[in-house]
Structure formats: structure tokens, C-alpha cells
């Protein structure tokens, strides 16, 4: 762990409040102005790699879309190509296509026909009713466990956490989600197989295209009491494998701070455990706990196409992996930028949770 | 009249082999309002015998022993009890203020949190004196010190926040490991100097831990040599120094380096003291000692009054000389 030592003269305060504050721009309005500028550049970058694998990889678009007696027809595969520039360079389709981006147009899914960005305005709230949820459930019992696992260092409760952490880790996910659905759904009937609604209730008027939210807006409880229910399984799932990967971060974590000084001291002042846990502990704990976190969340937004398909979530994953197949390069790179943009996003809100948690890494 | 009364204190720690004896049967005063000097070299067991004294072992140890502190038996306390006394009993001062501190809570949150469950503050008056102590301890501007973190201070300032956390709860003993050990030697007098006057002001008793015998001299009234895990001499810091009784506290003097005569001033002890569980059976000093006999090789020599109010264990009990 690093310290930013201020060793000026003994007797001196050096607090950053003390100093006349020059007159610059806001630093934290500096450093987002920086991030913004950095995940453009990242942005263009996935454009033009997405564009280039796509290209190089065996498959056609067109035999991919159109049927067996389409593809027959060359004036009909002359269209298509025609219709979706594929018969142009690939350097003019690509510059035709930043072109449309930088007027927020991502074009149009040759798959669905809708616009890209429709589409993901559609699976992507059905993905974040998913991943809020799970990453809210998974810090409090993951953070939670792990902690236990650390103050009970090698003993039998730490031991039944590790063996656990391990299970969780290495089961595979879409076996779980069908052990779930097989206990929940067949044989105890608690909760329905999967998609979002059940068929007599119809989406409630879409606000955040998150069901429980939107229901809960409009005052349909009994929607919102549905909508809940089908989440059940796949949060379950989802949750048990996120905490399974928090679980060891945060015990090492954990580990590595009961062995502070800082710690003996609070215990040395006759603080109550609870006090020093909660206050002590916890707190220094969590920062590295923050990087996992924030990258299994922005994993779990990205869309998980194994439980969504079992569960018949149409959520992002579903939507990347049909895209995929079926060669839908502008529906592949939608998805794509707004993984990039996700990942930028979490990033961004990591270093500045820490910041916030830690105060020697605060912006200066 | 004894404030904390040590005897026959042993302890030792679980080890690969079973149980190691780090501690073999400490005895030790402290009076109300004195300031007592515990010498030794690193690994004598200084540090361990005040984390006994605070119920600060490592989970296994095996403690034996007594230490009554204002009338009541320690060893054996549940948690409840030992929270009670840590901090409004004994305080602790640890070696290296940077780790000692939180580096995520201010200072007042550390100064206050204790505060307010051992003397029932509430915030306002626990701020209030948060602010009192940090002005105690010379903290300059501490209305503003208060609401700053640690890393924001020097790090002599930092070991007179600690000093202030440690006296927030008002405790009647402060155990003191090195203190002054993790900072620059210029401010290291600074730092003995407000303990001294913390003593002077609020009739605190104070354990004062050091490697270094020099410290002792300047600052406290009786002191004890610890070597190997048991007191080899005690008696007033004075006499200690000048007219030592027992070879290793005068070999210890002979290692300091003092006076400004150069050469052939600094004498280095031949060796090292012995690893725990590694002892010989007889005075763990004899290996190094250069006044060994062979009845020192039979058994461990018991502390035996050599003086008014001074002991020693040795039983050859040579002439020393030391350079002064």
C-alpha cells in the first residue's frame, strides 16, 4: 500500500485546505474532461476492430440473411448487398457508417429491421433489471461472507466459505439455471419458467423498459409482483456466481487489513468488535474490493447469454448472440460500443468511489 | 502503591512444533503517575509482554501468569472486561504512527470514537475535547486538525496524534512501544519530552518500551533489562546505567555509542541471542557472556536483589566497568 507522505518540517499542518486555493478549473471537471476525450478514442477503436474482424471472418452476410431460394435469385442477392452497402469498399462502408454514428444513428439491424439503437433501448433495461439486482445482492452477501471467512481465518466456518467460494466458481452457469429451474419451477411450482411477464398481464408503459420499475411507476403492483417473480431464478443464479467470485477477493482483502496496525489500535481503544469490523475493517477493505466489483458488474450488463436463453430472457446477451450468427454487423457493433461504453462508465465511477472511500487517493 | 503488578508472567505462542515459550515468568511494577524504562534487544519479548498486558495475543496463545492492574486480575479477562480496560485502563502508543492510523477515518473520528463509549460523550463534547488534547500534545491549529486524515501530517505529528488518541479515553497507564523509533531523531526529543510533561500534568503512569538505553536515562525513574524472554536486571534507571550488575546490560551499554572519543569506543555483543525454544538450558546469556563460568550452564539464574531496590540474574555477578 502506498502512503503520500507529507514530510515538510516537524510542526507543520500541511492539510491541502490550508494552501490558497490556485485558480484553475475544478480538477475533478479536468479529469472527466480527460476520461471523455480517452473514451472517444476508445469508441473509434472498437469501431474499427469490430469492422475488421467482421470482415476477416469466413461468412457472408448474405448467405447468412437471406433464404436458400433468395440466395438463388442474383438479383435478389445483388439487392440485398445494395441495400446494406455491401457492395461498396470496406473502407467507404466504414467511413459511411462513423459518418451515421457521430449523428447517433447506428444504422439499422438487418436482422430485426428495427434500428439498432431501438433495439438496444429494448434488451438493454431487460439486461439491467438483471444486473442491478444481482450486483446489490451479491456485494451485501458477498462483502458480508467474505468478512466472516476472514475474522474466522482457518477455522471451520472459513473453511465451509472457501470450499464454497470454489463450488460456486467452477459450476457451470446454464447447468445451475436448469438445477433451479427443475427444483423452483417443476417441482415446487414457487415460480414461473421464464421470460419476463406472465401472458396475462401485458409490459406496463415504459419509462426505464425495467418491468418492476415501470409497474411500480404506473401503480400496477400485481404486474410489478409478476415481473419480480420472473426475476427470481435468473437474479439467483447470476447472484450465487458473482458471489462466489467476491467471496475470495474480499476475504484475502479482508485478511491483508486484519493484519494493520490500525486495526490492533482500534481494538487497543476497547472499541467494541462490532465497531472495529464495521468502521475499521470494512472500510479499508472494500477498496480493492471495488475494481472486482465494478468489473463483474459491467460483465453482468454486457448481458449473459447462457442464463438469459435458458431463462428466455430477451436481454443483451440474447441480442449479441443472435446478431453474431447471423453476421449483423451493424447490430454487432452497436453491441459492441455499448460494451465499450459500459466498461468506460465503470471504470470511470471505480476510481471515483475511490477517491471518495480513500482520501490519500483523492484528487488534488 | 502499584498500579500494574506483572508476576510470573510466561507466555508462548503456537509454533510449528507446538507450543513456543517466548515469556518465561516476567515480573514487573509499575507505580501510580511513574515512568518505568523496558530495555532489550528486538525479539526479547518487550512488544509481547505489553500485548499481553492488553489482551492483544494472537489467537492460541498460551498465558500463565499474573498481572493485577488497579486491584483487578487481568489474564483471564472475557471480551467485555478487556474492552473496558483497554483504553480507560491501559493505552497503547505503537511504534509507527503511519500504521497505527487509520488512514481512512480524520483524526477527530479517532479521536472521539473511544471517547464516547468509555466516558459516554456525546459528539459535541467529545469534539470539544478531541480539540483539547490535539492542543495538549502541540498540534498546531487543531479546530482544523480534527477534520484532517493522517496522511496529511508529519510523521512526528502523527505519533502525537496517536499520543492524544491514546490519552483520549483518559487511561491511568500508557504502555509506550518505541514510540520514537520510527521517526527521525530530531524529533524524537520532542516526542519524550511531551510524554514527560504528560506525566508530570496528569499523574499518568507510563511503560516506556525502547531498544535504546540512552532514552531510558533521560526520561524515566526505574527501568527493566529484558533479554531472551526474562528480566535479567532491574533496578533505578540511574544506577542501571551507570554501575550495571549484570554482564548483558553492561554489554549493552558497551555497544551504544557514546562520548566523542572515536575509536575503540563501540564494542558489538559477539553474537546473537538465541532464537525462541532455542535457549541453552542454563543462562541464555552464557553463549555471549564473557564472564561465564561453568555453573552458569545448569540452570536459568533467578533474579535476585543485588541492591537497594535492584535485582539481577547472574550468578557470577562480576565487576563491570563501563565507559561513561
Known sequence: MTTVRNDAEPGAVTTTASRPRPRRHHPLLAFLVKRVAITAGLLLGVTIVTFGLVSVVPGDPVTANLSDQALNDPEAVAAFRAKWGLDQPLYVQYLHYLGNLVQGDLGLSQQTGRAVLDDLLRYVPATMELAIPTMVLALLVGTGIGMLAAVRNGRITDQIVRVGALLGLSTPPFWLSLVVLYVFFYQLGLTPSGGRLSTQFSPPPTVTGMYTVDAALAGQWDVAWDAAQHLTLPVLVLTSLTVAILVRFVRSSMLEVLQQDYIRAAYAKGLPTRTVLRRHLLRAGLVPVITVSGLAFASLLSGTVLVENIFGWPGLGQYAYRSATALDLPAILGVSLFVALVYTLVNLTVDLLYGLIDPRIRLQ | ?324
Open chain 2, 1 to 324: 502503591m502499584a498500579l500494574l503488578d506483572v508476576e510470573n508472567l510466561a507466555v508462548a505462542l503456537p509454533g510449528p512444533r507446538g507450543p513456543l515459550p517466548i515469556l518465561h515468568g516476567v515480573s514487573l511494577r509499575v507505580d501510580e503517575g511513574e515512568l518505568v524504562g523496558i530495555a532489550g534487544e528486538s525479539g526479547c519479548g518487550k512488544s509481547l509482554t505489553a500485548q499481553s498486558l492488553l489482551g492483544l495475543l494472537p489467537p492460541g496463545a498460551k498465558v500463565t501468569g499474573s498481572a493485577r492492574f488497579a486491584g483487578t486480575e487481568l489474564l483471564g479477562l472475557d471480551a467485555r472486561g478487556w474492552q473496558r480496560v483497554r483504553g480507560a485502563g491501559i493505552a497503547m502508543v505503537f511504534q509507527d504512527p503511519t500504521a497505527a492510523l487509520h488512514p481512512m477515518l480524520t483524526v477527530g473520528r479517532q479521536l472521539t470514537e473511544h471517547m464516547r463509549v468509555h466516558l459516554r460523550m456525546d459528539r459535541r463534547a467529545a469534539n470539544r475535547r478531541a480539540v483539547e488534547l490535539l492542543d495538549q500534545v502541540r498540534i498546531p491549529d487543531p479546530e482544523r486538525a480534527v477534520r484532517a486524515y493522517p496522511h496529511q501530517f508529519s510523521g512526528g505529528m502523527r505519533q502525537r496524534v496517536a499520543i492524544a488518541i491514546a490519552l483520549a479515553a483518559r487511561p491511568r497507564l500508557l504502555i509506550a512501544d518505541e514510540p520514537t523509533t520510527a521517526l527521525d531523531v530530531t524529533v524524537q526529543a520532542g516526542i519524550l519530552a511531551l510524554l514527560d510533561r504528560l506525566r508530570a500534568e496528569t499523574g499518568l503512569a507510563v511503560a516506556f518500551i525502547t531498544h535504546d538505553l540512552g532514552v531510558l536515562s533521560s526520561l524515566t525513574t526505574r527501568g527493566y533489562v529484558f533479554y531472551a524472554g526474562r528480566v535479567v536486571e532491574t533496578g533505578p534507571t540511574g544506577a542501571l546505567l551507570t554501575a550495571p550488575r549484570h554482564p548483558y546490560t553492561a554489554a549493552l551499554l558497551g555497544a551504544r555509542p557514546h562520548g566523542t572519543q572515536a575509536v575503540g569506543t563501540l564494542r558489538p555483543i559477539p553474537g546473537g541471542p538465541p532464537a525462541p525454544g532455542e535457549a541453552p538450558p542454563g543462562c541464555p546469556f552464557q553463549p555471549r557472556c564473557g564472564y561465564a563460568e561453568p555453573s552458569c550452564g545448569t540452570a536459568p539464574p533467578p533474579l535476585e536483589p543485588v541492591g537497594p531496590d535492584r535485582s539481577a540474574a547472574c550468578v557470577v555477578r562480576p565487576h563491570l566497568e563501563v565507559l561513561v
